[in-house]
Nanobody
Framework: QVQLVESGGGLVQPGGSLRLSCAASGTIYGINTMGWYRQAPGKERDLVAHITGAGNTIYADSSLKDRFTISRDYAKNTVYLQMNNLKSEDTAVYYC??????????WGQGTQVTVSS
C-alpha cells in the first residue's frame, strides 16, 4: 500500500510564495508519475502539474508554468511544488497524486492553500 503525506500549505498574501511537499511511502513498483492537482470550492479537481519517472514535466497551462515549478527527489520519493507570485485564484485544496506503472493511482489527503490579504 502506498501512502502520500502532503505539507507546506497555509495562508499567504498575494504575490507571496509557498512550497508544497508530498512524501510517498510504502512499496512502489515501476516507473511512476507524481503530480499536483487542486480543487477550489464548488469546482472540480484539476491538474496543476505532474512529473514523470524520467523527469519530464507537464503543466496545466502557461500561466502556471510561469509561476510554479514541480520537482522531485527520487531517492526520497518526494515531489515538490514551488509556487511563486501567488494569486487569489490559486486558493484551493492541493492534492498530491501518484500513479504507478500498473496505472494504479493514490491520492494524498490534501493541503489548503489560501491566498488573501
Amino acid at each position: 500500500q502506498v501512502q502520500l503525506v502532503e505539507s507546506g500549505g497555509g495562508l499567504v498574501q498575494p504575490g507571496g510564495s509557498l512550497r508544497l511537499s508530498c512524501a510517498a511511502s510504502g512499496t512502489i513498483y515501476g516507473i511512476n508519475t507524481m503530480g499536483w492537482y487542486r480543487q477550489a470550492p464548488g469546482k472540480e479537481r484539476d491538474l496543476v502539474a505532474h512529473i514523470t519517472g524520467a523527469g519530464n514535466t507537464i503543466y496545466a497551462d502557461s500561466s502556471l508554468k510561469d509561476r510554479f515549478t514541480i520537482s522531485r527527489d527520487y531517492a526520497k520519493n518526494t515531489v515538490y511544488l514551488q509556487m511563486n507570485n501567488l494569486k487569489s485564484e490559486d486558493t484551493a485544496v492541493y492534492y498530491c497524486k501518484l500513479t504507478t506503472a500498473l496505472r494504479i493511482s493514490y491520492w494524498g489527503q490534501g493541503t489548503q492553500v489560501t491566498v488573501s490579504s
